[in-house]
C-alpha cells in the first residue's frame, strides 16, 4: 500500500537560481540535471558539490523546480533536507548560495560550512510507504 500523502522536496531552487541553471544547461547538450552533494573538506568541515549530470545515478533523489532537474547525491540528503539554493550578484560577485536550515556554521570565506543531519522526523518524511 502506498501513501497518499506528497513526499516533501529535499530541496527548493529561487527563481533567480532556476533561471541561471536553465541557462547553463541550455548551453551544455547531454546534460540532464546538475548533481549537488557534500564533502567533507574546508576549515569548517564540509563543502559542497556541484556538477553538471550527463546521466542519473540509480540512488539519486531527484528534484524538480521551477523546469530544472536537481539530482541530489544519497549520502547528502540528511545535509540539505529542506535547503533552498539561490543565485545572487552583486558588484564585487556573483554565484550559487545555499539557505540551509541544517548549516551551523561557516567559515570567513563562505567556502565551507559545518552542517548537521537534518532532524530524524523530517527525514522519516521522505521514506516512501
Do not use: H
Not at 541557462?23 to 567533507?40: D, S, W, Y
Not at 570567513?108 to 537534518?118: F, H, K, R, T
Amino acid at each position: 500500500m502506498t501513501s497518499s500523502r506528497p513526499r516533501p522536496q529535499v530541496m527548493t531552487l529561487t527563481d533567480a537560481a532556476a533561471k541561471r541553471v536553465s541557462e547553463i544547461m541550455a548551453q551544455k547538450p547531454n546534460i540532464v540535471g546538475l548533481r549537488l552533494g557534500v564533502k567533507k573538506g574546508g576549515c569548517a568541515g564540509m563543502e559542497y558539490t556541484m556538477t553538471w549530470a550527463e546521466s542519473q545515478d540509480k540512488f539519486d533523489e531527484v528534484v524538480e523546480d521551477k523546469g530544472v532537474k536537481l539530482l541530489i547525491e544519497p549520502m547528502a540528503i540528511m545535509y540539505l533536507l529542506g535547503t533552498e539554493m539561490d543565485y545572487v550578484q552583486d558588484k564585487l560577485s556573483f554565484g550559487f548560495v545555499f539557505n540551509n536550515p541544517n548549516q551551523q556554521s561557516a567559515c570567513g570565506c563562505g567556502e565551507s560550512v559545518n552542517l548537521a543531519p537534518a532532524a530524524a522526523d523530517k527525514l522519516a518524511a521522505l521514506k516512501v510507504s
